[in-house]
């Protein structure tokens, strides 16, 4: 029997900032957006209403859709996805926002460390 040598399953980490120039622009495409769901009902309508009304970055994570993301790539499905928005002070020069810097936080089994010291 053959088993494959890799999981069919891969965790996807993608993060972004990004800068927001209009939040009236952002708050009310979200608030379309929920006015525009009709599966959502009455009571988690109200209560997006109001984080979105509240916090441009709810907003943002209101319109940010990973399975809308996900929908046109070939021979994958979604099984799980999780997400949201915070304000973040970001400094373009420092050091934490360099993507090309390994991710020292992340834990990696001894495979993957004996790959990495090559």
Known sequence: ????????????????????????????????????DGDMPDEERVHAESAVTEDTAEALAQLVDPFTLIDEVPGVELLQASWSGEEIDYDPDSA??????????????????????G
């Open 1 to 36: 029997m053959n088993t494959p040598e890799t999981s069919r399953f891969v965790r996807l980490r993608v993060e972004l900032v990004l800068e927001i120039d209009d939040e009236e622009a952002v708050t009310g495409a979200a608030l379309r957006r929920i006015a525009d």
């Open 96 to 117: 934490e926002w360099d993507l090309d810097e390994d991710d020292d936080d992340e834990p990696y089994d001894d495979e993957e460390e004996a790959d990495r010291a």
